[in-house]
């Protein structure tokens, strides 16, 4: 027999063992079986790391996801991008009409230029005592102001450049064809990076006391397969839904998380489950597999040495004499197992937080269950390792 291991989580050894002679109480009246013992696969109880949590279904968000807009009106002329493509922050997408504009961005340059020229000669000539400081201070001046003038017809010829303001993916263009007409703010399409993004979960009013800024948040998609991934709470919002008595919901916080999109799948207003994990602590556990239930109440079966229950089981007035006799004849060391009742706390991830009724290092039974009854023989055999936990996306 060996200890089942769950992923990270170990069963480990206990240091004791409850009292058998309640235990005794749920043995059958009928004698073990004459035939091979039945062979069960056992686990060693060990501890559990549990991780408290609340569920939710929400859509998330990218953290980057702008509309982009013309600064100013025009003809578009030409088209730089395709939607979906993948653009830079700055890259152009569109080209509206701006020949008017580079010809007076052309115009202005020129002119700077030749204001420039005449403000380095006369401070030149200046120096050289040949015209006055005010003459000099004349020509700087114009031009200072006409490199300002060059700039400012520079941006106003920007504006008809549409460009992308973040690096991302583009949406959909067909709003927008050769020839139309754009005015100032017009929505044209939306550029979204989808690498790290948001969860926008509505927390009910009962549990949003346990929510902090920092918990991790397990997300998962709703596709086949579902693509996983971690991130943290980021914001708790300071005030409830406005919710209303006539609709019947609850009030709920808005709780927002991020979480990096690692391979890329996930896309903004996708729905996904959410675990906010609220605490973590190790307890003692067994798995599903070991519990069975008996008029609502949960029960495992232990396996013991027989010679350890064996004085109990002549004391049980459950057993008829020629069963008891049966048991006297097997060798000390047999496996036999005996109905134990647990209290047990709230499954996770296959597991159960033992409450009470098992001790560390007890030997429960995960297989054939169903066939078992207090006082049989078994023989053990290994439970298999369960399969790694699929890793987080």
């Avoid at 089942?4 to 009246?29: H, K």
């Avoid at 408290?52 to 025009?74: A, F, H, K, L, Q």
């Avoid at 700077?112 to 700087?140: C, H, M, P, W």
């Avoid at 996930?266 to 973590?280: A, D, E, H, P, W």
């Amino acid at each position: 027999m060996r200890g089942y291991e769950p992923g990270p989580v170990r069963w480990q050894a206990f240091s004791s063992l409850l009292p058998l002679a309640w235990l005794l109480a749920a043995c059958g009246s009928a004698a073990p079986e004459a035939r091979a013992p039945l062979v069960v696969q056992t686990v060693t109880v060990g501890e559990f790391r549990f991780t408290p949590g609340i569920e939710t279904i929400s859509t998330i968000e990218s953290t980057s996801n702008v509309v982009m807009r013309p600064e100013t009106d025009g003809r578009v002329v030409r088209i730089l991008a395709r939607e979906g493509q993948q653009v830079k922050a700055g890259q152009p997408i569109l080209v509206l009409d701006n020949v008017q504009e580079s010809a007076a961005l052309d115009s202005d340059r020129a002119e700077a230029i030749k204001d420039r020229v005449n403000a380095e000669r006369y401070v030149f000539l200046n120096e050289q005592g040949a015209v006055s400081t005010k003459d000099r201070d004349f020509y700087i001046t114009q031009a200072i102001q006409s490199r300002d003038q060059a700039r400012s017809s520079a941006a106003t010829l920007g504006y008809k450049f549409v460009t992308a303001p973040i690096d991302g993916q583009i949406g959909n263009l067909d709003t927008v064809k050769l020839g139309d007409y754009v005015r100032q703010g017009q929505a044209i399409t939306g550029i979204v990076n989808n690498s790290s993004l948001w969860t926008l979960m509505d927390v009910p009013a009962t549990q949003s006391s346990q929510v902090k800024i920092g918990q991790p948040v397990q997300v998962e998609s709703q596709g086949n397969p579902p693509v996983r991934g971690v991130g943290r709470v980021v914001f708790v919002s300071p005030y409830f839904s406005n919710a209303t008595q006539s609709s019947g919901q609850p009030n709920t916080v808005l709780v927002k998380a991020e979480f990096p999109n690692l391979t890329g799948v996930l896309k903004t207003g996708q729905y996904v489950r959410n675990r906010i994990i609220t605490g973590s602590s190790d307890q003692l556990a067994v798995p599903v597999e070991a519990v069975m239930m008996q008029a609502q109440q949960p029960f495992v079966y232990r396996v013991l040495p027989l010679s350890t229950v064996l004085p109990q089981i002549k004391a049980s007035d459950q057993l008829l004499p020629a069963q008891k006799q049966k048991l006297e004849k097997l060798p000390g060391t047999t496996p036999v197992v005996v109905q134990t009742a647990v209290k047990l706390g709230k499954l996770q991830n296959n597991a159960y937080p033992v409450l009470s009724g098992l001790s560390k290092g007890d030997e429960v039974v995960v297989s054939n269950t169903a066939l078992l009854r207090s006082g049989m023989p078994v023989r053990r055999a290994p439970a298999p390792a369960p399969a790694p936990a699929p890793a987080a996306s």
